[in-house]
């Protein structure tokens, strides 16, 4: 397994582009099993999460070609209609097939993704939503089993704001007979993302990036092309590589208005932050302020960067409270960071992070999920001496080659195959 190594203490400086986001690449991919034929996706970031949905399509009888950042996904009726325990395991986002496939074939056998790190993760806002549009489901063996010969639209009330949820029925509903409208739906970019490819495909969809989606069903689907958004989460965690070392990054190929939140609390905290059309630059500050964050759905504050802000809390001045609204077990970097020397207390979803610029001392820490992993590697950033990252492969999952492109801005890291040290 690799490790990163990072000497820390030195300021980034330079200019770095985001990939294409990983959490609108893989509903985009799965939604391809909507329409037999040629779809082209660009802009696919390169990452494990989008080797497992490949390794998924092709399972599921689709033939791909990637080239570059381009993936040509070639859909054909699938011999069988099952998403094995083997590869769901890998990568809970599998359960978006869910909803294309039955859609389109009327049948999906596709295993419970089972438990995770950052919290239970259930999928019943999945579920039963399908039923309510006339799914038959059951669970049997680890596997939902779901059925219907034509899906019927209905009037959906999520419970709760739920991104994947969002997806896989807006997904399902594009083929359904009738209207479908889901209220209290996830309004994040990666939703209007899909939603914008979905109607490339021929759906009928509106209100897409409200609370309100409409879905007027349709009798078939085409393959498209499309691009994927750029990574709001990766963007958001190279202005804060910046921003925790004291230096200059500007972050280009990104949608400043996709991360308004982080960069009203950076401004908050007394970062200068400059934007543009596709760009946003940090410059060098020698002092921040703590400022307090609660995690919640878009537009609120992301819990994607709930972990790499609090490392940039660390290093401020005066005490900052951090609430994980969303996920129940959110905070394992926390265990990490205090082996670092940072100074913060929890108890239950709050974390107080009492900041104290230099206090980060390099150390062996264990990467827990993809985004404490990040939090990590920009605690390593800030801090005195080495800092050995394990378990990366939890980064390998969602960021396109983070240590090259951080080296880029002048990072002592490096990536090694252990055994190799
Ligand atoms: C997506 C993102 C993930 C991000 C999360 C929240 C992808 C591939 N992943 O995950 O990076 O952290 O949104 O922004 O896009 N819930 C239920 N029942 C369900 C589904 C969800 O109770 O059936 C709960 C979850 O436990 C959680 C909350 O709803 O507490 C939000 O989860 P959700 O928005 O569904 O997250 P994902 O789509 O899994």
Redesign the pocket.
């Known amino acids: 397994m690799d490790v990163i190594i990072i000497n820390g203490g030195r300021a980034l400086a330079g200019t770095v582009a985001t990939s294409g986001a990983?959490?609108a690449a893989?509903?985009l991919l799965f939604s391809s099993l909507l329409a037999e034929g040629e779809h082209i996706y660009r802009n696919v970031p390169r990452l494990k999460d989008i080797d497992s949905t490949e390794l998924l399509l092709r399972h599921l009888n689709c033939k791909i070609q990637r080239t570059g950042n381009q993936f040509k996904v070639s859909v054909n009726r699938p011999d069988s209609l099952v998403a094995p325990y083997d590869i769901v395991r890998k990568m809970?986002?599998s359960i978006l097939c869910l909803g294309p496939l039955l859609a389109r074939y009327g049948k999906a056998k596709v295993s419970l993704p089972g438990g995770c790190a950052i919290?239970?993760?259930?999928?019943?806002?999945?579920?039963e939503p399908l039923r309510q549009l006339g799914a038959t489901i059951d669970i049997e063996n680890g596997y939902v089993i779901a059925q219907a010969s034509k899906l019927v639209g209905d009037k959906i009330v999520f419970e709760?704001?739920?991104?994947?949820?969002t997806?896989n029925i807006m997904m399902a509903a594009t083929l359904a007979r009738g209207i479908t409208v889901l209220e209290n739906a996830?309004m994040?970019p990666?939703i209007v993302d899909l939603a914008h490819c979905l109607k490339k495909m021929g759906a009928r969809i509106e209100g897409e990036g409200s609370s309100v989606i409409s879905i007027k069903g349709v009798d078939e689907l085409h393959p498209c092309e499309h691009r994927v958004i750029p990574d709001r989460?990766e963007a958001g965690t190279l202005l804060i590589s910046g921003a925790i070392t004291g230096g200059d990054v500007r972050v280009e190929n990104c949608v400043p208005a996709d991360i308004q939140a982080l960069i009203t609390k950076m401004r908050e905290s007394g970062f200068d932050l400059e934007t543009g059309q596709d760009w946003v630059r940090v410059k060098a500050c020698d002092e921040w302020a703590a400022v307090d964050i609660d995690t919640a759905?878009h537009p609120g504050f992301?819990?994607?960067l709930q972990a790499q802000f609090m490392a940039l809390m660390t290093q401020a001045r005066g005490t900052s409270v951090i609430t994980e609204q969303?996920?129940?077990n959110r905070f394992m970097h926390v265990q990490e960071l205090l082996r670092m020397g940072a100074n913060i207390t929890q108890k239950s979803q709050v974390a107080i992070v009492h900041g104290n610029r230099g206090e980060l001392s390099g150390a062996q820490v264990m990467a827990t999920d993809l985004r404490a992993s990040a939090c990590l590697v920009l605690a390593g950033l800030a801090a005195t001496g080495e800092t050995v990252v394990n378990r990366i492969y939890h980064l390998d999952r969602g960021y396109d080659h983070l240590e090259k492109k951080l080296q880029q801005l002048g990072a002592r890291i490096e990536r090694h195959a252990e055994g190799s040290i």
């Open positions: 990983k959490n893989l509903p809970r986002a919290g239970s993760r259930p999928i019943n806002l999945h579920i709760k704001v739920t991104v994947g949820g997806e996830a994040e990666e989460i759905p992301p819990t994607d969303i996920f129940e």
